[in-house]
């Protein structure tokens, strides 16, 4: 085997595919993220992993936060390095992990944005039912509303995996780990409504299991999710974005009295502790609704009333 970075990245990359499964995106992104370092290891001489030490991985980090680079990317950047690198010495490519000892950025962390009950209704009733694309864009906003999904799941979902007769959702998420996730009535009307009148004329007499389609009867892509969030969320003047979404329905899951495991389970998180900062989220709005309520609580209440 030649002892260069690029064939120790295309092993890693291989086995992320055939061994955990993992997305396109994920593949992706860990390959941007080790090309990078392997770049920056080259123009100092260093052609292979096994000669990567502390010194290399610290004058990295310290060149990308020179660059300005936000601690949740440079994060994400150490995060690949050592899967990477975790991989290589189980497969004994690498003698030692240069990675080991270096700790990450401390990351401030905050508060997820989430829309109230009156903005996502207004959000998800904005699209235009006469037409098969607002059709399709009622059910998108509704199915990400009432299930929490990550825009990856939404796009990649196929027809077969919706059951309309039990309101269920049949989710391949990250690592194609599955889950079932539940929908109410108003998300299952309109994907009923989509399905049935919408779908077909958008597929016309060509052939896609894709749940979503565009107008040209392919898959919708993740980035036209995006543009068509900017284009409803005129209707409630903020910017949204689909992973809004899903705080929304967490926190308002959590606001109605759900419990935090079913949170979790909904909405994939393989640790507790991610679905936590809602908890967060929901005892700083039962703070402001407490200060902005309670008659004792308010400025005017205190001393010198």
Do not use: C, W
């Not at 990550?150 to 599955?178: F, H, P, Y």
């Not at 974005?241 to 079913?262: E, N, Q, S, Y």
Request: net charge positive; no cysteine; aromatic share 6%.
């Amino acid at each position: 085997m030649k002892n260069n970075f690029d064939e120790y990245i295309r092993l890693f990359l291989d086995y992320l595919r055939a061994e955990r499964n993992a997305s396109p995106y994920t593949v992706r992104d860990y390959e941007q993220n080790l090309q990078e370092f392997s770049e920056f290891s080259i123009e100092r001489g260093i052609n292979s992993p096994r000669e990567v030490d502390k010194q290399v991985i610290r004058e990295y980090l310290g060149k990308l936060k020179n660059q300005g680079q936000a601690p949740s990317t440079i994060n994400n950047k150490l995060s690949a390095m050592r899967t990477f690198y975790r991989y290589l010495l189980r497969e004994k490519l690498v003698a030692r992990n240069p990675l080991a000892g270096i700790s990450s950025p401390k990351l401030i962390r905050h508060l997820p944005s989430f829309l109230t009950v009156e903005e996502a209704r207004r959000l998800v009733e904005s699209p235009d039912l006469s037409r098969p694309q607002g059709q399709r864009d009622r059910a998108l906003l509704e199915l990400l509303y009432a299930s929490g999904l990550r825009v990856s799941e939404l796009v990649n979902m196929d027809v077969e995996q919706v059951n309309l007769v039990t309101n269920e959702i049949r989710v391949r998420g990250k690592g194609a780990k599955e889950r079932v996730t539940l929908i109410g009535g108003p998300a299952a009307r309109a994907l009923e409504n989509f399905i049935n009148n919408g779908r077909p004329l958008l597929l016309g007499d060509r052939k896609n299991n894709a749940l979503f389609l565009n107008h040209l009867g392919g898959r919708l892509p993740a980035r036209r999710v995006q543009k068509l969030l900017d284009k409803y969320a005129l209707a409630i003047g903020k910017k949204v974005h689909p992973h809004m979404l899903r705080h929304t329905f967490a926190t308002h899951l959590l606001d109605g009295g759900a419990d935090l495991k079913v949170v979790q389970e909904l909405l994939g998180h393989a640790d507790l502790s991610s679905t936590q900062i809602y908890t967060h989220v929901t005892q700083s709005q039962a703070r402001k609704i407490y200060l902005a309520a309670h008659p004792m609580a308010r400025p005017e209440s205190r001393d010198g009333e």
